[in-house]
């Protein structure tokens, strides 16, 4: 026989074999979904509110509470969001095989153990909500690959460890919450490659080193908040560069260097200065006052010199100025300029402005 003819042959074979196999039907395919949500609601050891109670046979699992299924399978579960439901237990490993999940809610509840390491199995993953809970370890570096995420907020947990630097993968990222944990090491520089974040908030930590002078991609980014940590070092000169920066909060870690002169022009959007209690120098700038939009000022604690610019009582949307601590000085009348101009704030409802020749 012809080694054409041969092939031709097992070709047909294998055809006919494929065709003999009866094809998967809807239950079958959606079985998988079904005991995996059985295997979530058995390791839940609290539910007060008898949330999954109704999880049985007597309906199908997609009219179950907190769970949807939709798109072109409407057997496959597409969303689990039982937030605020009082749940405790652990989380199970086995919703890695809601293979059509897109997004995971269980914020707000009581689970305890850790992040599942199998969740990364969830490529259609596109947002995960695992924040107020009490879970503990490290966050899996495998969650790298659920490259679909636009959001992550993982925030008031009990989480250890470094910030796997395998997130900045997720380039499609636009909410990226680790807040209120132990998280320790550095921020990733790769991180810088998100530029589609606008809410970067790494905030009440215990992170080191520096931060990361990419960041400054981030082109789009709204808000930035890593207060209460322990960085150092100089504020990169290219977060000064994001134009679209409205949150700029680094207050409480150890931060060096100086305020940009052209602050005011490079970030016209910004709405709260927050970087109290650090080790900066130098003037405020006359420029802030180019931006229109802020309601706080708060660079108390510090170590700026010179005066109080006299133009920042033409910001009217200003409620908080908090310059204490530093070493400030007003000794002319021209340099009290600034209280005179306070008239024009009608936004005001808090200045703290004590000015001092030495530091306290």
Known sequence: MEASSFIFLILNLHILFSL????????????????????????VSGDPLNVLSSWNNSVHHCQWPGVRCGGRNPDRVTSLVLNSSHLSGQISSALSNLTFLDELTLSDNQFTGTIPEELSKLTSLRSIDLSN??????????????????????????????????????????????????????????????????????????????????????HVLRTICVNDNYLSSDIP???????????????????????????????????????????LEGKISDSISNC????????????FTGTIPSNLGSLQ????????????????????????????????????????????
Request: some cysteine.
């Open 20 to 43: 003999s196999l009866p094809a998967p039907t809807k239950s079958e395919s959606s079985e998988t979904d079904l005991l995996a949500l059985i295997s979530f609601k058995s390791l």
């Open 133 to 218: 809970n009490l879970l503990g370890g490290y966050i899996p570096p495998s969650l790298g690959n659920c490259t679909k995420l636009v959001s992550i907020n993982l925030k008031s947990n009990n989480l250890q460890g470094t910030i796997p630097s395998s997130l900045g993968l997720c380039k499609d990222l636009v909410y990226l919450m680790l807040t209120s944990n132990s998280l320790v090491g550095n921020i990733p520089p790769n991180f810088g490659n998100l530029t589609s974040l606008l809410l970067f908030r790494l905030d009440v930590n215990n992170l080191t080193g520096s931060i990361p002078s990419s960041l400054g991609q981030l």
């Open 237 to 279: 000169r290219s977060l000064y560069n994001i134009s679209s920066m409205e949150i700029f909060q680094l207050a409480y870690n150890n931060l060096q260097g100086s305020l940009p002169s052209d602050i005011g022009v490079s970030l016209p959007n910004l709405v709260a200065l927050v970087v109290f209690v650090n080790q």
């Open 292 to 303: 229109s939009y802020l309601e706080s000022i708060e660079t108390a604690s510090n170590k």
């Open 317 to 360: 949307n200003l409620k908080i100025f908090a310059v204490s601590s530093n070493l400030l000085e007003a000794k002319t009348t021209r340099e009290w300029g600034f209280m005179d101009q306070s008239s024009n704030c009608t936004g005001c409802k808090r200045w703290i402005s004590e000015i001092t020749n030495s530091k306290e």
